[in-house]
């Protein structure tokens, strides 16, 4: 094999290749679609509003003129329908099943989107559940997307390792909050992507604070934050710190989550296509 052929089971270059990356069995696209960059968003912990975060990189790039979709791997807490007010069974055809679309053109697909009602609970073992996040890259017609966001549940469980090991992910976003205890459980998803050999495009501190509505102080709810010492000792690029904002909590209740008009993730396209460039 020459040296500019890559590896049928990792999709690195031969040269790159390392036992540790053999393993991976990276699927394939369909013929219906043209997907650009995929770019995961992870926490080690639940409770830190990481699917809000999968949200809002995705109406940021979406913002930005690029075309995104979102591929809901959270199987049994899927929440990203609900809050861009997206429902309904999608169209579909023996061949494949039509991610849905947001008001701004946003592509989604969620396991809550083929349920009778949201309320039912999916009470599926591991292999069934990544076997469905698998399905949502090989069975669903995507179209043209520049960026494809997976939010992932929380965790180093199956799912997470299950998209690593079959996506063909440019890098992960790592969300944390303030508290210590997040933070110690963060450093666990972040050694995880290391092991796998995906990149940390880095970290959004969730929850960072919240602006006084009357004097415009940040009141430091979950204590102060340890956003310096992540990029300090793990070496992490600091994206955004994100306050607690009622407004996008009633937005995304209401599923209105694509009228949120602060700016965010300025640079993020940039970051990926920089990541793209160095190992190409």
């Not at 003129?65 to 007010?85: E, N, R």
């Not at 073992?125 to 494809?148: L, Y």
């Not at 415009?216 to 204590?223: H, L, N, S, W």
Request: one cysteine or more; a negative charge.
């Amino acid at each position: 094999m020459s040296q500019d052929e890559k590896c049928s089971s990792c999709n690195q270059k031969t040269e790159g290749c390392s036992p540790d990356k053999c393993g991976i069995d990276i699927l394939p696209q369909n013929d219906y679609n043209d997907i650009k960059h995929v770019i995961a968003v992870m926490s080690g912990k639940g409770g830190v509003g990481k699917s809000s975060v999968s949200a809002l990189v995705a109406l940021s790039l979406a913002n930005k003129g690029y075309q995104v979709g979102i591929l809901d791997a959270d199987i049994t807490g899927p929440s990203i329908p609900k809050m861009f007010g997206v429902s309904g069974v999608p169209q579909h055809d023996e061949n494949v099943m039509y991610a849905k679309l947001t008001d701004k053109g946003i592509k989604i697909m969620s396991l809550n989107l083929l349920l009778e009602n949201e309320d039912q609970p999916v009470i599926w073992r591991g292999p069934i559940i990544a076997g469905a996040v698998k399905q949502f890259w090989t069975d669903v017609a995507w179209g043209k997307v520049d960026f494809m966001v997976v939010d992932l549940p929380p965790g180093t469980g199956d799912v997470p390792l299950t998209v690593m090991q079959s996506l063909p992910l440019d890098g992960v976003i790592i969300v944390t909050s303030p508290q210590d205890l997040a933070n110690m459980v963060v450093r666990k998803a972040i050694n995880m992507v290391n092991h796998m050999h995906v990149p940390v495009l880095g970290f959004v501190e969730n929850m960072s604070y919240l602006c006084c509505p009357d004097c415009g102080k940040e009141i430091k709810v979950f204590g102060e934050s340890h956003a310096a010492s992540l990029t300090n000792t793990m070496g992490l690029r600091l994206l955004e710190r994100l306050p607690i904002d009622p407004a996008l909590a009633e937005l995304s209740d209401t599923g209105q989550i694509e009228k949120y008009d602060r700016e965010l993730f300025n640079g993020l396209d940039e970051i990926v296509a920089n990541r793209v460039t160095s190992v190409s």
